[in-house]
Structures are given as C-alpha cells and as structure tokens.
Nanobody, 124 residues
Framework: QVQPVESGGGLVQAGGSLRLSCAAS????????MGWFRQGPGKEREFVAT????????YYADSVKGRFTISRDNAKKTVYLQMNSLKPEDTAVYYC?????????????????WGQGTQVTVSS
C-alpha cells in the first residue's frame, strides 16, 4: 500500500509560481504511475497531470498544458507539480493520487490511493 502526502500549497498572486510535492510511502512507489487532480470551490474534482512509473510519459489537462510540469524522483519516492503563470481559476485543493499500474491515467477512477490535499489560492 502507498500513502501519498501533499505539501507546498499556499497563497500566490496571479502570474506567480508554486511547486507542490507529494511524498509517497511504500516500497513499490517506483512501480506506479502518479497523478495530480484538483477541486475548485463548488466544482467537481478534475484531472490535472499524470506521469508514468519511469517518468518517461506525461499527460496534462488542456487547461494547464504549457504552464504546469509534473516530474518524479523515484529515489526520494516523491512526485512534483511545478505550477507557473498561475491564474485565479487555478485556485483549488490539489490532490496527489497513486495508480497501481505503470502507465499514465487521466480519470479519477483509475487511481487507487489519494492524499488529503493541499490548498492553492491564486489572487488576482
């Protein structure tokens, strides 16, 4: 079992940057794809980005493509989400999730373990 724990959220002005981290316990971290999702106020949880177990494949939601970058360090059992050019509409709770398969996945029901989330607030 892998338990992800997010960190790095906060308050930032529009146009700024933040880097989220997700540390995942468990010996099998390097076997699994990872993903980031978010849930804005009054909205459903939505896909943001995903990365394969090796880090060789990544996939992004259209709304963040070109601004966000997902990466991972298997030695540190950590996945990152670098967020640049932030917009007020990026305000949300960001969740890290573990997919018990090696390939990327873009749907909520493809993920098996979820973190508690970290709040990101972008002011205009």
């Amino acid at each position: 079992q892998v338990q992800p724990v997010e960190s790095g959220g906060g308050l930032v002005q529009a146009g700024g940057s933040l880097r989220l981290s997700c540390a995942a316990s468990g010996r099998t971290f390097r076997s699994y794809a990872m993903g980031w999702f978010r849930q804005g106020p009054g909205k459903e949880r939505e896909f943001v980005a995903t990365i394969s177990r090796s880090g060789g494949n990544t996939y992004y939601a259209d709304s963040v493509k070109g601004r966000f970058t997902i990466s991972r360090d298997n030695a540190k059992k950590t996945v990152y989400l670098q967020m640049n050019s932030l917009k007020p509409e990026d305000t949300a709770v960001y969740y890290c999730a573990v997919r018990e398969r090696p390939e990327v996945g873009g749907r909520l029901n493809e993920y098996d373990y979820w973190g508690q989330g970290t709040q990101v607030t972008v002011s205009s």
